[in-house]
């Protein structure tokens, strides 16, 4: 690639279909999505209940596959990935946040950040120094030792995306990461979010408030597995009230 070349978009998805049959009922959760995220985004993918944002999340995000249709990620196919690809390829360009934090109750908030390395076979110092690192990333450098019944709500979803970026991710995919915490901490979460985004990461989030979309440069909203609008925005600056 010259010089001169554009960098391919992170996410390039075309048609992508996800059909589920049940009994005698075909149900179209994506029925014909194509979505480019480029490099450096923030964005946020919104709809009502049964709408198709969370199924679009999860084949963006390599934890399910379409139907039909075509996925580009980072330059590679990976539509007909089979379930051992698609891990290998979560593992290594890709990282997650989860509303319940998915945390490992009796581990450090430390041992739970280094879940990923291990699974890529890092070793053990290795491992504890880049966890400790990223706990940093999320000012939590003073509680490594931590479990997650000694954290707040807020805290712990630090150390979820603390988890998520250790691995130095390309993009990272959060499901409702606010959905379970109070408005002052989820403007807490979302300013950390705007950090890492500020700092060149690449962020899709699934989210149901309106409120906290404002946050992101851009909101894509679904319905009945279709995109009905798609629109850049300046982001509102994530700051506590005095």
């Known amino acids: 690639m010259s010089a001169s070349t554009p960098p391919s978009p992170l996410v390039l998805a075309r048609d992508l279909r996800k059909t589920y049959v049940l009994g005698d009922t075909t149900l179209n959760a994506l029925d014909g999505v194509s979505v480019t995220v480029e490099r450096g985004e923030f964005v946020a993918i ?56 998915n945390l490992l109750a009796r581990t450090s908030a430390v041992e739970n950040v280094e879940l990923p390395l291990v699974y890529a076979g890092v070793s053990r110092r290795e491992r504890r120094e880049r966890s400790a690192r990223a706990l940093e990333r999320v000012g939590l450098g003073a509680r490594l030792d931590h479990t997650p019944s000694q954290l707040s709500g807020g805290q712990q979803q630090r150390v979820a995306i603390a988890r998520a970026i250790v691995n130095d991710p390309k993009i990272v995919f959060a499901d409702e990461p606010t959905g379970n915490l109070d408005t002052k901490t989820s403007v807490e979460v979302m300013r950390l979010f705007q950090e890492l985004w500020r700092g060149g990461l690449t962020i899709v989030f699934v989210t149901h408030e309106p409120d906290v979309a404002l946050y992101s440069s851009r909101v894509i909203v679904v319905r009945d597995g279709k995109i009905v609008s798609d629109l850049r925005q300046d982001p509102k600056v994530a700051e506590l009230a005095a």
């Open 46 to 101: 919104m709809g009502p209940s049964g709408s198709g944002k969370s199924t679009l999340m999860n084949v963006l995000g390599c934890l399910d596959r379409p139907t039909s249709g075509s996925y580009v990620l980072d330059g590679n196919e990976v539509s007909r990935l089979s379930r051992g690809e698609l891990a290998d390829v979560r593992n290594k360009t890709i990282g997650f946040v989860f509303q319940s934090f």
